[in-house]
Protein backbone atom coordinates (compact mmCIF):
# COMPACT_ATOMS: atom_id res chain seq x y z
CA UNK A 1 0.00 0.00 0.00
CA UNK A 2 1.48 3.29 -0.98
CA UNK A 3 0.11 7.13 -0.30
CA UNK A 4 1.57 9.60 -2.01
CA UNK A 5 3.98 12.22 -0.39
CA UNK A 6 2.67 16.09 0.00
CA UNK A 7 4.49 18.64 0.15
CA UNK A 8 5.39 20.48 3.18
CA UNK A 9 3.16 23.82 2.84
CA UNK A 10 4.53 25.78 6.55
CA UNK A 11 8.22 25.25 5.54
CA UNK A 12 9.48 26.80 2.37
CA UNK A 13 13.46 27.42 2.18
CA UNK A 14 12.74 31.24 1.38
CA UNK A 15 10.20 31.31 4.55
CA UNK A 16 13.61 31.35 7.16
CA UNK A 17 15.74 33.20 5.24
CA UNK A 18 14.13 36.72 4.63
CA UNK A 19 15.31 39.10 1.57
CA UNK A 20 18.71 38.91 -0.18
CA UNK A 21 20.22 41.98 -1.41
CA UNK A 22 18.73 42.43 -4.54
CA UNK A 23 14.91 42.34 -2.47
CA UNK A 24 15.88 44.68 0.44
CA UNK A 25 14.90 48.19 0.89
CA UNK A 26 17.33 51.14 -0.92
CA UNK A 27 17.37 52.43 2.77
CA UNK A 28 19.81 49.80 4.95
CA UNK A 29 18.61 51.95 7.90
CA UNK A 30 14.82 50.75 7.63
CA UNK A 31 15.06 47.40 9.39
CA UNK A 32 12.91 46.00 6.99
CA UNK A 33 15.56 42.61 6.71
CA UNK A 34 16.03 42.41 10.12
CA UNK A 35 11.75 42.78 10.87
CA UNK A 36 11.11 39.72 8.23
CA UNK A 37 13.65 37.31 10.05
CA UNK A 38 12.05 38.20 13.37
CA UNK A 39 8.61 37.38 11.47
CA UNK A 40 10.08 33.73 11.08
CA UNK A 41 11.42 33.41 14.38
CA UNK A 42 7.81 33.95 15.25
CA UNK A 43 6.49 31.35 12.68
CA UNK A 44 9.09 29.26 13.89
CA UNK A 45 7.73 29.53 17.67
CA UNK A 46 3.90 28.66 16.30
CA UNK A 47 5.31 25.62 14.88
CA UNK A 48 6.70 24.44 17.90
CA UNK A 49 3.55 25.24 19.93
CA UNK A 50 0.98 23.58 17.24
CA UNK A 51 3.50 20.55 17.90
CA UNK A 52 3.52 21.29 21.61
CA UNK A 53 -0.04 21.21 21.94
CA UNK A 54 -0.60 18.33 19.79
CA UNK A 55 2.25 16.01 21.45
CA UNK A 56 0.11 16.87 24.64
CA UNK A 57 -3.51 16.07 23.32
CA UNK A 58 -2.41 12.55 22.05
CA UNK A 59 -0.32 11.97 25.75
CA UNK A 60 -4.34 12.52 27.54
CA UNK A 61 -6.11 10.87 24.57
CA UNK A 62 -8.02 13.75 23.55
CA UNK A 63 -6.27 13.67 20.02
CA UNK A 64 -8.37 11.71 17.14
CA UNK A 65 -5.48 11.13 14.29
CA UNK A 66 -2.06 10.75 16.05
CA UNK A 67 -0.89 11.93 12.19
CA UNK A 68 -1.68 14.98 12.89
CA UNK A 69 1.13 15.10 15.56
CA UNK A 70 3.34 13.29 13.33
CA UNK A 71 3.10 16.01 10.60
CA UNK A 72 3.68 18.97 13.33
CA UNK A 73 6.79 17.28 14.98
CA UNK A 74 8.08 17.00 11.72
CA UNK A 75 7.37 20.79 10.32
CA UNK A 76 8.56 21.87 13.02
CA UNK A 77 11.93 19.30 13.68
CA UNK A 78 12.37 20.90 10.02
CA UNK A 79 12.34 24.39 10.85
CA UNK A 80 14.61 24.25 13.72
CA UNK A 81 16.98 22.27 12.08
CA UNK A 82 16.64 24.79 8.88
CA UNK A 83 16.71 28.05 11.07
CA UNK A 84 19.78 26.51 12.83
CA UNK A 85 21.72 25.91 9.33
CA UNK A 86 20.88 29.35 8.49
CA UNK A 87 22.18 31.07 11.56
CA UNK A 88 25.03 28.46 11.59
CA UNK A 89 25.95 29.73 7.99
CA UNK A 90 25.70 33.60 9.39
CA UNK A 91 28.20 33.18 11.65
CA UNK A 92 30.65 31.17 9.74
CA UNK A 93 30.59 33.99 6.81
CA UNK A 94 30.83 36.48 9.77
CA UNK A 95 33.92 34.90 11.17
CA UNK A 96 35.36 34.73 7.82
CA UNK A 97 35.16 38.48 7.27
CA UNK A 98 36.66 39.15 10.29
CA UNK A 99 39.72 36.48 9.38
CA UNK A 100 40.07 38.85 5.74
CA UNK A 101 40.40 41.61 8.27
CA UNK A 102 42.83 40.56 10.15
Known amino acids: ?7 VSAVTPTSFVG ?5 TATDPASGAGFASVL ?3 DQ ?3 LQ ?13 DLDDIHDYTIAAAEASTAIELTAAVRNKAVEAFSEIMRMQA
Open 49 to 61: ATSNNLAVQAVTG
Open 19 to 23: PTAAT
Open 1 to 7: MSFPVTA
Open 39 to 41: GSI
Open 44 to 46: LQG
